[in-house]
């Protein structure tokens, strides 16, 4: 998650961070362990906003991270942080012209912290304008053995050593295979391209049992916007959508909502053991997807679940009544359920109900359903403070069937 530039503590532990800039963000790996009791974190980061997209694990306990460091400042090195103070796994060092501004970053930590690789994929000649204006890290998936699915867009050039040229005019999205040891397996094209806002704006999960890629995402379709997404070529024309591509990042189908109003969008995805594809956002009325009715009889944005099976159909959907402004944040299968978190102001799924006094702000919210039929089986919230502004933005389960969340809080909780 991203860490402020001064004054930073995990679990009330002082962490060193590296960016000088009040605009800037670092940003951290945290372990906690069952009875969430701190284990170790690391912070990443230099001088400019550099992000990073998702965390996975393996089933040995190994930690992977991708996304984009900035190289943009002599005296603000980009590190990778260490547990003290001083301590540090990488500082990357700065250069002139086109030396040292590669950003795009892979990076694979065992289950007590250790830095086992780091992999820069970017050719060692890159400029910065190219380094982070043409290229980025969008998305990562790790399968259980430890082999790694990244998802970056990036211009033509000499990528990985040597072991891949990419000859595509413009940016194109590629899949960066590395397995578990770091080693480059390949680059697979992927049938999307955006020349704006949309090219951020997705979330992806990879089937491991045949290497279907599946994204949902939004595009801005406001009248100021030159934001356009392709799909092997073919516009997205509405503000959501789903898209299934093979393993060979060829395009399998895609689905779309009604409408372009600019609403909350596509915000999560994820995928069952039996293939099924689960979505969650925000949207405004009247709206659908796939064809059925997204309804609010209360005039504002509201959450969403839509499950479709893995040929894009529809087998069911619902969504909430609210007061203001909600939108569902994140999606987590859970055994037999399926749940969704995010923010709220007041809303109503399915006969219950959470209220909020006026102008008291946005709560967190957990919605779990029945994965099979979309039956709603509990509506909950966390107190919080008059005013305050939380939102979830992020939700797994265990192997014990709890669930985890995580967001942002604007005071107390």
């Not at 290497?211 to 406001?222: E, K, L, T």
Request: charge should be negative; proline fraction near 4%.
């Amino acid at each position: 998650s991203p860490i402020g530039y001064s004054q930073a503590k995990i679990a009330g532990i002082p962490k060193k961070t590296y960016n000088s800039n009040l605009g800037s963000a670092d940003f951290v790996i945290a372990k906690f362990n069952c009875s969430g009791d701190y284990k170790w974190s690391r912070v990443i980061g230099g001088h400019g906003s550099d992000n990073m997209q998702r965390v996975f694990t393996d089933t040995l306990g190994n930690v992977y991270a991708a996304g984009m460091v900035i190289r943009n400042s002599s005296t603000s090195l980009v590190h990778f942080g260490g547990e003290g103070l001083t301590e540090y796994d990488t500082i990357l060092p700065y250069g002139s012209g086109v030396q040292n501004k590669r950003g795009l970053f892979l990076v694979k930590y065992d289950s007590i912290g250790t830095m086992k690789w780091l992999k820069m994929p970017q050719p060692s000649n890159v400029s910065a304008a190219d380094s982070f204006g043409g290229n980025a890290s969008l998305d990562l998936s790790v399968d259980s053995s430890g082999n790694s699915y990244w998802l970056c867009a990036i211009t033509p050039g000499i990528f990985a050593d040597g072991a891949f040229v990419n000859t595509l005019a413009g940016t194109n999205l590629f899949m960066f295979k590395y397995d578990a040891l770091g080693n480059f397996q390949t680059a697979v094209p992927l049938q999307m391209v955006s020349n704006g806002y949309s090219i951020l704006a997705f979330k992806m999960t990879r089937d491991q049992s045949n290497g279907n890629i599946y994204v949902a995402g939004s595009v801005d379709h406001n009248p100021n916007s030159t934001d356009q997404l392709l799909l092997d070529g073919i516009p997205v024309t509405h503000r959501m959508y789903v898209a299934a591509f093979n393993s060979s990042g060829v395009l399998l189908w895609k689905r779309e909502n009604a409408n372009t109003i600019y609403h909350q969008g596509m915000k999560d995805i994820c995928l069952d053991s039996q293939g099924n594809i689960y979505v969650t956002g925000g949207t405004g009325i009247p709206d659908s997807f796939n064809g059925n009715p997204l309804s609010n009889t209360a005039g504002h944005s509201f959450p969403f679940l839509i499950k479709l099976n893995p040929a894009g159909e529809t087998i069911w959907q619902t969504n909430a009544t609210t007061t203001s402004l909600c939108f569902g944040g994140a999606v987590a299968i859970n055994g037999d359920e399926v749940a969704v978190t995010g923010g709220y102001g007041g809303m109503q799924w399915d006969g219950q109900s959470l209220a909020i006094l006026p102008n008291a702000g946005y709560d967190v919210f957990l919605a779990r359903f029945n994965k099979n039929t979309g039956a709603i089986l509990g509506l909950h919230t966390i107190p919080n403070n008059f005013g305050g502004e939380e939102f979830g933005t992020a939700i797994a389960a265990d192997v014990s069937g709890n669930y985890l969340v995580g967001g942002r809080f604007s005071s107390f909780m």
